[in-house]
């Protein structure tokens, strides 16, 4: 059974308002919502969005890169040299940023590539 939270019980008012079938998983109720143009925010609301401006998507394509502090600049190596082998170009990489405790042996690097 789904743990009653207030973004559930918003989901479950909001989707009874506009026909939106109701399920028991919380995620697919979240995903469908989503998908009908609401959002969730850091208030505890549900705001529809669906008729705001789009912006034209990035021609970014941005990867966070985390794995354990002693892997994570080989893999990054890695995944730039597959993306740009598939026609991606790099336009940003960080240096390794060691993640704050309790995760203190894990690193992040930060890369950007510009699409096709």
């Given amino acids: 059974?789904?743990?009653?939270?207030?973004k559930y019980a918003g989901a479950i008012e909001i989707a009874r308002r506009k026909n939106?079938?109701?399920t028991a998983d919380q995620e697919q109720l979240y995903?469908?919502?989503?998908k009908a143009g609401f959002l969730w925010d850091k208030m505890k609301h549900?705001?529809?969005?669906?008729?705001?401006?789009?912006?034209?998507?990035s021609d970014l394509l941005r990867v966070r890169v985390w794995a354990k502090t002693e892997d994570?600049?080989?893999?990054?190596?890695?995944?730039?040299?597959?993306?740009?082998?598939?026609?991606?170009?790099i336009v940003e990489q960080s240096q390794p940023y060691v993640c704050r405790p309790?995760?203190?042996?894990?690193?992040?690097?930060?890369l950007t590539?510009?699409?096709r």
Wanted: proline content about 7%; hydrophobic content about 45%.
């Fill in 72 to 89: 994570v600049e080989a893999l990054a190596r890695l995944i730039v040299k597959s993306l740009t082998s598939d026609g991606y170009r």
């Fill in 102 to 110: 309790p995760k203190q042996l894990e690193s992040r690097i930060y």
């Fill in 31 to 34: 995903a469908a919502l989503g």
């Fill in 20 to 22: 939106i079938p109701i």
């Fill in 1 to 6: 059974m789904a743990k009653m939270t207030a």
């Fill in 46 to 57: 549900w705001y529809d969005v669906s008729q705001e401006p789009a912006e034209q998507p």
């Fill in 113 to 115: 590539f510009i699409t």
